[in-house]
Protein backbone atom coordinates (compact mmCIF):
# COMPACT_ATOMS: atom_id res chain seq x y z
CA UNK A 1 0.00 0.00 0.00
CA UNK A 2 1.48 3.34 -0.22
CA UNK A 3 2.55 5.27 2.24
CA UNK A 4 0.35 8.89 2.97
CA UNK A 5 1.17 11.64 5.62
CA UNK A 6 -1.86 12.66 8.12
CA UNK A 7 -2.40 16.22 8.82
CA UNK A 8 -4.18 17.98 11.75
CA UNK A 9 -5.51 21.39 10.84
CA UNK A 10 -7.64 23.34 12.55
CA UNK A 11 -10.93 20.92 12.88
CA UNK A 12 -9.79 19.06 9.31
CA UNK A 13 -7.39 15.99 8.90
CA UNK A 14 -6.27 16.02 5.74
CA UNK A 15 -4.46 12.79 4.15
CA UNK A 16 -1.47 13.39 1.59
CA UNK A 17 -0.27 11.34 -0.80
CA UNK A 18 3.57 10.39 -0.17
CA UNK A 19 5.78 10.34 -3.54
CA UNK A 20 8.77 8.22 -3.20
CA UNK A 21 11.73 8.96 -5.88
CA UNK A 22 13.82 5.66 -7.77
CA UNK A 23 16.28 6.02 -4.95
CA UNK A 24 13.97 6.35 -1.86
CA UNK A 25 13.37 9.42 -1.40
CA UNK A 26 10.48 10.60 0.40
CA UNK A 27 7.88 13.84 -0.71
CA UNK A 28 4.64 14.55 1.47
CA UNK A 29 2.39 15.96 -2.01
CA UNK A 30 1.05 18.96 -0.71
CA UNK A 31 -0.22 20.29 -4.38
CA UNK A 32 -4.12 20.27 -3.06
CA UNK A 33 -2.41 21.74 0.39
CA UNK A 34 -3.89 25.24 -0.44
CA UNK A 35 -7.09 24.44 -2.45
CA UNK A 36 -8.18 22.08 0.25
CA UNK A 37 -7.17 24.06 3.50
CA UNK A 38 -6.82 27.32 2.31
CA UNK A 39 -3.13 27.29 3.51
CA UNK A 40 0.70 27.24 2.26
CA UNK A 41 3.49 26.28 3.47
CA UNK A 42 6.60 28.04 3.74
CA UNK A 43 9.96 27.41 3.51
CA UNK A 44 12.39 30.21 3.75
CA UNK A 45 15.35 28.80 1.20
CA UNK A 46 13.53 25.77 0.22
CA UNK A 47 15.61 24.04 2.35
CA UNK A 48 12.35 21.58 2.62
CA UNK A 49 10.76 21.83 -0.83
CA UNK A 50 11.01 19.21 -3.64
CA UNK A 51 10.29 21.82 -6.36
CA UNK A 52 10.09 19.18 -9.24
CA UNK A 53 10.82 15.51 -10.16
CA UNK A 54 13.34 14.95 -12.24
CA UNK A 55 15.25 11.97 -13.70
CA UNK A 56 18.46 13.60 -14.62
CA UNK A 57 20.39 13.94 -11.06
CA UNK A 58 20.49 11.86 -7.92
CA UNK A 59 22.47 13.54 -4.52
CA UNK A 60 22.28 11.64 -0.91
CA UNK A 61 24.07 14.75 0.70
CA UNK A 62 24.48 12.61 3.50
CA UNK A 63 26.14 9.78 2.42
CA UNK A 64 28.31 11.91 -0.23
CA UNK A 65 27.13 10.49 -3.29
CA UNK A 66 26.73 12.14 -6.87
CA UNK A 67 24.80 10.43 -9.44
CA UNK A 68 24.20 11.63 -13.58
CA UNK A 69 21.54 9.67 -14.77
CA UNK A 70 22.13 6.94 -12.03
CA UNK A 71 25.84 6.34 -12.98
CA UNK A 72 28.02 7.60 -10.22
CA UNK A 73 30.29 10.62 -10.56
CA UNK A 74 33.58 8.95 -9.39
CA UNK A 75 33.09 6.64 -12.51
CA UNK A 76 31.93 9.44 -14.89
CA UNK A 77 35.25 11.33 -13.91
CA UNK A 78 37.52 8.55 -14.55
CA UNK A 79 35.88 6.80 -17.87
CA UNK A 80 34.11 9.39 -19.35
CA UNK A 81 34.55 13.12 -21.38
CA UNK A 82 32.85 16.34 -20.40
CA UNK A 83 31.19 15.61 -24.17
CA UNK A 84 29.61 12.21 -23.53
CA UNK A 85 28.56 13.25 -20.05
CA UNK A 86 26.80 15.72 -21.75
CA UNK A 87 25.05 13.84 -23.70
CA UNK A 88 23.90 11.07 -21.18
CA UNK A 89 22.97 14.34 -19.53
CA UNK A 90 20.62 15.52 -21.54
CA UNK A 91 19.63 12.42 -23.44
CA UNK A 92 19.28 10.13 -20.34
CA UNK A 93 22.13 7.17 -22.00
CA UNK A 94 25.69 7.19 -22.45
CA UNK A 95 25.71 7.61 -26.07
CA UNK A 96 26.77 4.61 -28.90
CA UNK A 97 29.92 5.69 -31.59
CA UNK A 98 27.60 6.78 -33.88
CA UNK A 99 25.55 9.21 -31.43
CA UNK A 100 29.00 10.22 -29.44
CA UNK A 101 30.35 11.36 -33.19
CA UNK A 102 27.11 12.86 -34.56
CA UNK A 103 26.86 15.00 -31.11
CA UNK A 104 30.54 15.67 -31.03
CA UNK A 105 30.42 16.94 -34.93
CA UNK A 106 27.49 18.99 -34.29
CA UNK A 107 29.33 21.33 -31.60
CA UNK A 108 32.72 21.78 -34.00
CA UNK A 109 30.11 22.61 -36.91
CA UNK A 110 28.34 25.10 -34.56
CA UNK A 111 31.70 26.63 -32.76
CA UNK A 112 31.39 29.78 -34.56
CA UNK A 113 29.99 33.05 -33.68
CA UNK A 114 28.70 35.16 -36.80
CA UNK A 115 31.11 37.86 -37.63
CA UNK A 116 28.84 40.72 -36.40
CA UNK A 117 29.00 39.48 -32.78
CA UNK A 118 33.18 40.89 -32.66
CA UNK A 119 31.18 44.38 -32.82
CA UNK A 120 29.48 43.20 -29.23
CA UNK A 121 32.34 41.82 -27.32
CA UNK A 122 34.16 45.30 -28.73
CA UNK A 123 31.62 47.64 -26.65
CA UNK A 124 31.73 46.39 -23.17
CA UNK A 125 34.77 48.36 -21.37
CA UNK A 126 37.88 45.85 -20.40
CA UNK A 127 37.10 46.22 -17.26
CA UNK A 128 33.30 44.20 -18.02
CA UNK A 129 33.02 40.54 -15.75
CA UNK A 130 33.27 38.08 -18.02
CA UNK A 131 29.93 36.53 -16.47
CA UNK A 132 27.81 40.07 -17.52
CA UNK A 133 29.47 39.36 -20.85
CA UNK A 134 28.66 35.87 -20.74
CA UNK A 135 25.02 36.17 -19.87
CA UNK A 136 24.21 38.81 -22.22
CA UNK A 137 26.20 37.61 -25.29
CA UNK A 138 24.00 34.56 -24.70
CA UNK A 139 20.70 36.52 -25.45
CA UNK A 140 22.56 38.35 -28.19
CA UNK A 141 23.74 34.67 -30.00
CA UNK A 142 19.68 33.91 -29.91
CA UNK A 143 19.02 36.59 -32.12
CA UNK A 144 21.16 35.03 -35.08
CA UNK A 145 19.13 32.21 -34.54
CA UNK A 146 15.38 33.00 -35.28
CA UNK A 147 13.64 29.57 -34.91
CA UNK A 148 14.40 29.41 -31.44
CA UNK A 149 11.68 31.66 -30.74
CA UNK A 150 9.34 29.34 -31.49
CA UNK A 151 9.99 27.66 -28.25
CA UNK A 152 11.04 23.89 -28.03
CA UNK A 153 10.82 21.70 -31.03
CA UNK A 154 11.82 18.59 -30.64
CA UNK A 155 12.82 17.97 -34.20
CA UNK A 156 15.42 21.05 -34.01
CA UNK A 157 16.36 20.57 -30.20
CA UNK A 158 19.46 18.89 -30.56
CA UNK A 159 21.02 21.47 -32.89
CA UNK A 160 19.90 24.20 -30.37
CA UNK A 161 21.46 22.54 -27.51
CA UNK A 162 24.76 21.52 -29.72
CA UNK A 163 24.64 25.20 -30.68
CA UNK A 164 24.61 26.94 -26.98
CA UNK A 165 27.18 24.42 -25.30
CA UNK A 166 29.44 24.92 -28.23
CA UNK A 167 29.18 28.49 -28.74
CA UNK A 168 29.26 29.56 -25.26
CA UNK A 169 32.98 28.56 -25.27
CA UNK A 170 33.85 30.74 -28.29
CA UNK A 171 31.98 33.13 -26.19
CA UNK A 172 33.74 32.95 -22.90
CA UNK A 173 37.00 33.19 -24.96
CA UNK A 174 36.56 35.68 -26.91
CA UNK A 175 35.63 37.64 -23.76
CA UNK A 176 38.89 37.28 -22.29
CA UNK A 177 40.48 38.15 -25.12
CA UNK A 178 39.02 41.32 -26.03
CA UNK A 179 39.28 42.09 -21.78
CA UNK A 180 43.39 42.01 -23.02
CA UNK A 181 43.19 43.28 -26.01
CA UNK A 182 44.50 40.30 -27.74
CA UNK A 183 43.11 39.45 -31.53
CA UNK A 184 40.87 37.32 -31.32
CA UNK A 185 41.43 33.34 -32.30
CA UNK A 186 38.70 31.42 -34.22
CA UNK A 187 38.46 27.34 -33.09
CA UNK A 188 40.02 25.02 -35.13
CA UNK A 189 37.88 22.09 -36.62
CA UNK A 190 40.73 19.28 -35.94
CA UNK A 191 40.44 20.08 -31.99
CA UNK A 192 38.09 18.41 -29.53
CA UNK A 193 35.60 20.98 -27.22
CA UNK A 194 37.73 21.41 -24.49
CA UNK A 195 41.32 21.67 -26.58
CA UNK A 196 39.36 24.19 -28.46
CA UNK A 197 38.62 26.09 -25.88
CA UNK A 198 41.87 26.21 -24.70
CA UNK A 199 43.37 27.50 -27.92
CA UNK A 200 41.10 30.28 -28.57
CA UNK A 201 42.01 31.27 -24.85
CA UNK A 202 45.73 30.95 -25.31
CA UNK A 203 46.61 31.01 -29.12
CA UNK A 204 48.17 33.66 -30.85
CA UNK A 205 48.02 34.75 -34.52
CA UNK A 206 52.01 33.96 -34.71
CA UNK A 207 51.93 30.92 -32.58
CA UNK A 208 49.76 27.78 -31.63
CA UNK A 209 49.58 27.73 -27.54
CA UNK A 210 51.08 24.03 -26.97
CA UNK A 211 48.40 21.91 -25.67
CA UNK A 212 49.63 19.46 -22.76
CA UNK A 213 47.12 16.16 -22.61
CA UNK A 214 47.15 16.80 -18.61
CA UNK A 215 46.28 19.79 -19.15
CA UNK A 216 43.14 19.46 -21.38
CA UNK A 217 42.31 15.94 -18.98
CA UNK A 218 42.07 18.41 -16.23
CA UNK A 219 39.79 21.11 -17.80
CA UNK A 220 37.84 19.04 -19.30
CA UNK A 221 37.36 17.02 -15.85
CA UNK A 222 36.27 20.49 -14.43
CA UNK A 223 33.85 20.78 -16.84
CA UNK A 224 32.29 17.27 -16.41
CA UNK A 225 32.31 17.54 -12.60
CA UNK A 226 30.08 20.61 -12.72
CA UNK A 227 27.82 19.44 -15.38
CA UNK A 228 25.02 19.03 -13.56
CA UNK A 229 23.98 19.46 -9.70
CA UNK A 230 19.97 19.02 -9.15
CA UNK A 231 17.91 21.60 -8.29
CA UNK A 232 20.70 24.36 -7.46
CA UNK A 233 20.48 28.26 -7.55
CA UNK A 234 20.99 28.55 -11.39
CA UNK A 235 19.37 25.47 -12.13
CA UNK A 236 15.85 25.95 -10.48
CA UNK A 237 16.61 29.94 -12.25
CA UNK A 238 16.73 27.61 -15.11
CA UNK A 239 13.67 25.55 -14.79
CA UNK A 240 11.97 29.03 -13.46
CA UNK A 241 12.60 30.53 -16.57
CA UNK A 242 11.65 27.71 -18.66
CA UNK A 243 8.50 27.07 -17.41
CA UNK A 244 7.37 30.51 -19.08
CA UNK A 245 8.01 28.79 -21.91
CA UNK A 246 10.92 31.41 -22.66
CA UNK A 247 13.28 29.78 -25.32
CA UNK A 248 16.66 27.59 -24.15
CA UNK A 249 19.07 30.55 -25.06
CA UNK A 250 17.12 33.28 -22.33
CA UNK A 251 17.26 30.26 -19.99
CA UNK A 252 20.49 29.76 -19.88
CA UNK A 253 21.58 33.68 -19.56
CA UNK A 254 19.39 33.80 -16.82
CA UNK A 255 21.13 30.78 -15.69
CA UNK A 256 24.62 32.58 -15.36
CA UNK A 257 23.35 35.52 -13.73
CA UNK A 258 22.44 33.06 -10.73
CA UNK A 259 25.38 31.56 -10.79
CA UNK A 260 27.55 34.48 -10.82
CA UNK A 261 26.78 35.14 -6.98
CA UNK A 262 29.32 34.67 -4.76
CA UNK A 263 27.54 31.86 -2.27
CA UNK A 264 27.31 29.91 -5.86
CA UNK A 265 29.54 29.58 -8.43
CA UNK A 266 31.08 33.17 -8.00
CA UNK A 267 32.84 30.96 -4.94
CA UNK A 268 35.43 29.68 -7.04
CA UNK A 269 36.54 33.27 -7.82
CA UNK A 270 36.09 34.40 -3.97
CA UNK A 271 38.27 31.08 -2.72
CA UNK A 272 41.35 32.32 -5.10
CA UNK A 273 40.90 35.73 -3.93
CA UNK A 274 40.61 34.41 -0.40
CA UNK A 275 43.71 32.76 -0.40
CA UNK A 276 45.86 35.21 -2.26
CA UNK A 277 44.90 37.52 0.75
CA UNK A 278 45.95 34.96 3.07
CA UNK A 279 49.28 34.76 1.74
CA UNK A 280 49.70 38.36 1.42
CA UNK A 281 48.81 39.27 5.35
CA UNK A 282 51.49 36.41 5.81
CA UNK A 283 48.96 34.57 7.69
CA UNK A 284 49.02 30.62 7.32
CA UNK A 285 45.40 30.83 7.55
CA UNK A 286 44.66 30.29 11.61
CA UNK A 287 43.59 34.02 11.37
CA UNK A 288 41.17 33.91 8.66
CA UNK A 289 39.76 30.06 10.26
CA UNK A 290 39.40 32.50 13.60
CA UNK A 291 37.76 35.75 11.07
CA UNK A 292 35.26 33.36 9.22
CA UNK A 293 33.84 31.73 12.60
CA UNK A 294 33.04 34.96 13.95
CA UNK A 295 29.92 35.96 12.72
CA UNK A 296 30.66 40.06 13.09
CA UNK A 297 33.76 39.24 10.86
CA UNK A 298 31.68 39.65 7.88
CA UNK A 299 33.73 36.75 5.95
CA UNK A 300 33.36 33.52 5.44
CA UNK A 301 35.83 30.59 4.44
CA UNK A 302 34.78 30.45 1.27
CA UNK A 303 34.75 26.85 -0.77
CA UNK A 304 33.63 25.26 2.58
CA UNK A 305 30.05 24.35 3.45
CA UNK A 306 26.75 23.26 1.18
CA UNK A 307 23.55 23.37 1.33
CA UNK A 308 22.98 19.61 0.63
CA UNK A 309 26.40 17.65 1.21
CA UNK A 310 26.66 17.18 4.96
CA UNK A 311 29.34 14.88 4.62
CA UNK A 312 31.49 15.62 1.70
CA UNK A 313 31.68 17.16 -1.57
CA UNK A 314 32.12 14.03 -3.86
CA UNK A 315 33.41 16.33 -6.53
CA UNK A 316 36.06 17.80 -3.97
CA UNK A 317 37.84 15.06 -3.61
CA UNK A 318 38.23 14.36 -7.19
CA UNK A 319 39.51 17.59 -7.45
CA UNK A 320 41.39 17.50 -4.47
CA UNK A 321 43.28 14.73 -6.45
CA UNK A 322 43.61 15.98 -9.95
CA UNK A 323 44.87 19.24 -8.33
CA UNK A 324 47.72 17.59 -6.96
CA UNK A 325 48.46 15.41 -9.93
CA UNK A 326 47.97 18.44 -12.36
CA UNK A 327 50.45 20.74 -10.12
CA UNK A 328 53.25 17.76 -10.02
CA UNK A 329 52.73 17.06 -13.86
CA UNK A 330 53.82 20.93 -14.77
CA UNK A 331 56.33 21.41 -11.94
CA UNK A 332 54.20 24.40 -9.90
CA UNK A 333 54.15 25.01 -6.12
CA UNK A 334 51.53 26.98 -5.83
CA UNK A 335 52.08 28.77 -2.02
CA UNK A 336 48.32 28.72 -2.32
CA UNK A 337 47.94 25.44 -2.55
CA UNK A 338 49.68 24.57 0.69
CA UNK A 339 48.00 27.26 2.12
CA UNK A 340 44.73 25.25 1.29
CA UNK A 341 45.43 22.21 2.58
CA UNK A 342 46.35 24.31 6.03
CA UNK A 343 43.11 25.62 5.86
CA UNK A 344 41.20 22.03 5.22
CA UNK A 345 42.91 20.55 7.73
CA UNK A 346 42.53 22.91 10.63
CA UNK A 347 39.18 23.46 9.67
CA UNK A 348 37.93 20.10 9.79
CA UNK A 349 39.49 19.61 13.50
CA UNK A 350 37.54 22.63 14.14
CA UNK A 351 33.97 21.87 16.48
CA UNK A 352 32.71 25.47 14.55
CA UNK A 353 32.92 23.79 11.18
CA UNK A 354 32.34 19.83 12.42
CA UNK A 355 29.48 20.80 14.29
CA UNK A 356 28.05 22.66 11.49
CA UNK A 357 28.86 19.86 9.09
CA UNK A 358 31.03 22.17 6.76
CA UNK A 359 33.14 20.26 4.17
CA UNK A 360 35.21 21.45 1.76
CA UNK A 361 33.13 21.92 -1.84
CA UNK A 362 33.96 21.97 -5.20
CA UNK A 363 35.26 25.27 -5.56
CA UNK A 364 37.70 24.63 -3.11
CA UNK A 365 40.31 23.04 -4.68
CA UNK A 366 38.77 24.07 -8.68
CA UNK A 367 40.68 28.00 -8.92
CA UNK A 368 44.24 26.55 -8.18
CA UNK A 369 43.95 24.10 -11.49
CA UNK A 370 42.70 26.38 -13.04
CA UNK A 371 45.23 29.02 -12.27
CA UNK A 372 47.67 26.52 -12.75
CA UNK A 373 46.61 26.18 -16.24
CA UNK A 374 47.12 29.88 -16.47
CA UNK A 375 43.03 31.02 -16.31
CA UNK A 376 42.71 34.42 -14.67
CA UNK A 377 40.34 34.20 -11.24
CA UNK A 378 37.75 36.39 -13.43
CA UNK A 379 37.45 33.72 -15.57
CA UNK A 380 36.88 30.82 -13.13
CA UNK A 381 32.50 31.25 -13.13
CA UNK A 382 32.46 31.47 -16.35
CA UNK A 383 35.05 28.11 -16.31
CA UNK A 384 31.65 26.83 -14.05
CA UNK A 385 28.93 28.45 -16.59
CA UNK A 386 30.41 26.07 -19.74
CA UNK A 387 30.46 22.63 -17.42
CA UNK A 388 26.93 23.24 -16.16
CA UNK A 389 25.36 24.04 -19.71
CA UNK A 390 24.59 20.65 -20.20
CA UNK A 391 22.86 20.40 -16.97
CA UNK A 392 20.64 23.33 -17.32
CA UNK A 393 19.56 21.99 -20.77
CA UNK A 394 18.72 18.98 -19.56
CA UNK A 395 16.27 20.75 -16.97
CA UNK A 396 14.99 22.92 -19.89
CA UNK A 397 14.16 19.80 -22.16
CA UNK A 398 12.69 17.89 -18.93
CA UNK A 399 10.08 20.95 -18.46
CA UNK A 400 9.59 20.89 -22.18
CA UNK A 401 8.80 17.46 -22.65
CA UNK A 402 6.49 17.21 -18.83
CA UNK A 403 2.84 16.99 -20.81
CA UNK A 404 1.07 19.67 -18.54
CA UNK A 405 3.91 21.00 -17.34
CA UNK A 406 2.75 24.70 -15.17
CA UNK A 407 4.51 27.75 -15.08
CA UNK A 408 6.58 28.01 -11.80
CA UNK A 409 4.91 30.45 -9.20
CA UNK A 410 5.75 30.20 -5.80
CA UNK A 411 3.60 31.70 -3.09
CA UNK A 412 4.47 33.63 -0.05
CA UNK A 413 3.47 34.66 3.51
CA UNK A 414 2.34 38.26 2.91
CA UNK A 415 4.01 40.27 6.25
CA UNK A 416 3.78 44.08 5.09
CA UNK A 417 1.36 46.44 5.83
CA UNK A 418 -2.39 46.14 6.22
CA UNK A 419 -4.74 47.64 3.64
CA UNK A 420 -4.42 51.95 3.99
CA UNK A 421 -5.90 54.55 1.74
CA UNK A 422 -4.06 56.85 -0.81
CA UNK A 423 -2.74 60.17 1.49
CA UNK A 424 -1.91 62.85 -1.58
CA UNK A 425 1.50 63.95 -1.60
CA UNK A 426 0.92 67.43 -0.12
CA UNK A 427 -0.26 65.93 3.25
CA UNK A 428 2.20 63.33 3.66
CA UNK A 429 4.81 64.20 6.20
CA UNK A 430 7.93 62.76 6.46
CA UNK A 431 8.47 58.97 8.57
CA UNK A 432 11.90 57.28 9.93
N1 LIG B 1 32.29 29.67 6.64
C1 LIG B 1 31.89 29.92 7.92
N2 LIG B 1 30.67 29.61 8.39
C2 LIG B 1 29.81 29.02 7.55
C3 LIG B 1 30.16 28.72 6.22
C4 LIG B 1 31.45 29.07 5.77
N3 LIG B 1 31.82 28.81 4.53
N4 LIG B 1 29.11 28.15 5.60
C5 LIG B 1 28.13 28.09 6.51
N5 LIG B 1 28.56 28.60 7.70
C6 LIG B 1 27.81 28.63 8.96
C7 LIG B 1 26.72 29.69 8.94
O1 LIG B 1 27.19 30.93 9.43
C8 LIG B 1 25.69 29.05 9.83
O2 LIG B 1 26.11 29.19 11.16
P1 LIG B 1 25.01 29.34 12.35
O3 LIG B 1 24.21 28.07 12.32
O4 LIG B 1 25.83 29.53 13.59
O5 LIG B 1 24.19 30.55 12.00
C9 LIG B 1 25.78 27.58 9.48
O6 LIG B 1 27.12 27.38 9.07
C10 LIG B 1 24.82 27.14 8.38
O7 LIG B 1 25.04 27.99 7.27
P2 LIG B 1 23.93 28.47 6.22
O8 LIG B 1 24.38 29.71 5.57
O9 LIG B 1 22.60 28.46 6.90
O10 LIG B 1 23.99 27.26 5.21
P3 LIG B 1 23.32 27.26 3.80
O11 LIG B 1 22.98 25.87 3.51
O12 LIG B 1 22.25 28.29 3.72
O13 LIG B 1 24.50 27.79 2.84
C11 LIG B 1 26.43 27.85 1.52
C12 LIG B 1 25.29 26.97 2.10
C13 LIG B 1 25.82 29.08 0.81
C14 LIG B 1 27.20 27.04 0.49
C15 LIG B 1 27.35 28.29 2.69
O14 LIG B 1 27.93 27.16 3.30
C16 LIG B 1 28.43 29.27 2.23
O15 LIG B 1 28.19 30.47 2.20
N6 LIG B 1 29.65 28.74 1.86
C17 LIG B 1 30.69 29.59 1.33
C18 LIG B 1 30.40 29.93 -0.12
C19 LIG B 1 30.62 28.74 -1.03
O16 LIG B 1 31.62 28.04 -0.94
N7 LIG B 1 29.66 28.54 -1.95
C20 LIG B 1 29.76 27.46 -2.97
C21 LIG B 1 28.66 26.46 -2.76
S1 LIG B 1 28.86 25.09 -3.82
C22 LIG B 1 28.36 25.67 -5.29
O17 LIG B 1 27.54 26.50 -5.47
C23 LIG B 1 29.00 25.03 -6.42
Redesign the pocket.
Known sequence: MSKTAKLELESKSLTLPVVVGSEGEHGIDISTLRQQTGYITLDD?Y?NTGSCSSKITFIDGDKGILQYRGYPIEELALKSTFVETAYLLIYGELPTVAQLNHFSNLLTENEMLHENMKRHFESFPPSAHPMAILSSMINATSCYHPRLMEGYKAENFTLQAARLISKVRTIAAYSYRQARGFPIIYPKTTYKYTANFLHMLFSQPYRDYELKPEVVRALDLIFLL?AD?EQ??STSTVRMIASSQANLFACAAGGVCALWG????G??Q??IEMLEDIHKSGDDGSRFIAA??D?TSG?????????VYKNY?PRAKIIKEQCDKLLSVLHINDPLLDIAKHLEEAALRDS??VE?K?YP????YSGIIMRAIGIPPEMFTVI?AIGRMPGWIANYKEIAETQGSRIYRPRQIYTGPTIRHFVPLEQRTQKA
Request: hydrophobic content about 35%; charged content about 20%; glycine content about 14%.
Open positions: GGHHNCPLHGANAVAKKKRLMGFGHRDYFRLNVDFF
